[in-house]
């Protein structure tokens, strides 16, 4: 029964997103606008949780709005419509356009950390079309393995390891993944982890993000530590003509000889950069997602 639902999954899938893969893509940009606009209105938990995310950031003095709080998100969600439209037109082959649009800051940073021979992570978050960065980072930087939860369906899965396999990447999976980074950065390889999502008491600690106590990842700073690797925070935003990804510096680890307090202090350097980013695009950062949950458990 659930191969059936799932194969049902993929078909209505492939039905539903076709007519914005065809479409020019300057109109597929505007379909995109509405269909994020739509879900605005339609999926109400979704921007319930969104205004409620923003206007408590606001309210702390963390981020000062230049529009109100609920337009704000309205052009969120509008973003996230065009960045899907963009991912399925990738994902049907028919990318070039994005690809073409994208243009790169901070290529010396990327040089820099390679030539140290010693791996490169590269940290991000759920910042503008974070999918469009992996892809784009492989086609235009170099080979890149990502972290990611499978989705459930695993025919949808497939074809998006396909995808991401045919345009440089390789999908390291989250369940049971330190392994496979750390052997990928020991052979000078780029792994790329999004770092802005909630974790459980064992994988982190509870720092100040935008204002709120969020429970953040000590992975990254870990893998940092007992690897050499160069952290290179790195983020794409979107432009009037496309995207551009800005690659920064080498973040320099803590010095701290208390292992526990290096690693807080690293973690907390490396959210900062998400947070710089939400301030400076705050209609392009995932506000629908629960960044904030289980902080009194």
Not at 19 to 29: D, E, N, Y
Not at 202 to 220: I, R
Request: aromatic residues 8%; charged residues 25%.
């Amino acid at each position: 029964m659930k191969r059936i639902v799932w194969l049902l999954e993929v078909i209505s899938l492939f039905i539903l997103s076709l007519p914005f893969a065809v479409l020019p893509l300057g109109w597929a940009l505007k379909a995109g606008e509405k269909l994020g606009l739509l879900l605005f209105y339609m999926w109400g938990s979704r921007r319930k949780i969104a205004i409620e995310n923003l206007s408590k950031s606001v309210s702390a003095g963390a981020i000062t709005p230049s529009e109100p709080v609920e337009k704000l998100i309205r052009d969120n969600f509008r973003n996230l419509g065009k960045a899907t439209v963009e991912v399925i037109k990738i994902y049907y082959g028919l990318g070039k356009k994005i690809f073409d649009s994208v243009k790169i800051e901070g290529i010396d940073n990327m040089e820099i950390a390679r030539s140290k021979g010693k791996g490169t992570l590269f940290l991000t978050g759920h910042c503008g079309n974070w999918e469009l960065l992996a892809i784009a980072s492989s086609i235009k930087l170099s080979g890149l393995a990502v972290v990611a939860r499978p989705v459930d369906n695993p025919y949808i899965n497939t074809i998006i390891d396909g995808v991401r396999r045919k345009y440089g990447n390789r999908v390291i999976r989250k369940q049971g993944a330190l392994k496979s980074i750390v052997r990928t950065l020991k052979g000078n390889g780029c792994v790329g982890i999004l770092i802005d999502q909630a974790v459980t008491r064992p994988e982190g600690f509870v720092m100040d993000f935008l204002g709120g106590g969020a429970w953040t990842s000590k992975a990254p700073a870990t893998i940092a530590r007992k690897t050499g690797a160069v952290v290179l925070p790195a983020f794409i935003h979107r432009t009037d003509g496309g995207h551009v990804i800005k690659v920064y510096p080498e973040v320099e680890l803590s010095s701290s000889d208390n292992r526990e307090n290096a690693i807080k202090q690293d973690t907390i350097r490396f959210s900062h950069f998400v947070e710089k980013y939400i301030k400076e695009h705050p209609t392009e950062w995932l506000w629908m997602h629960k960044r904030w949950k289980r902080v009194n458990s």
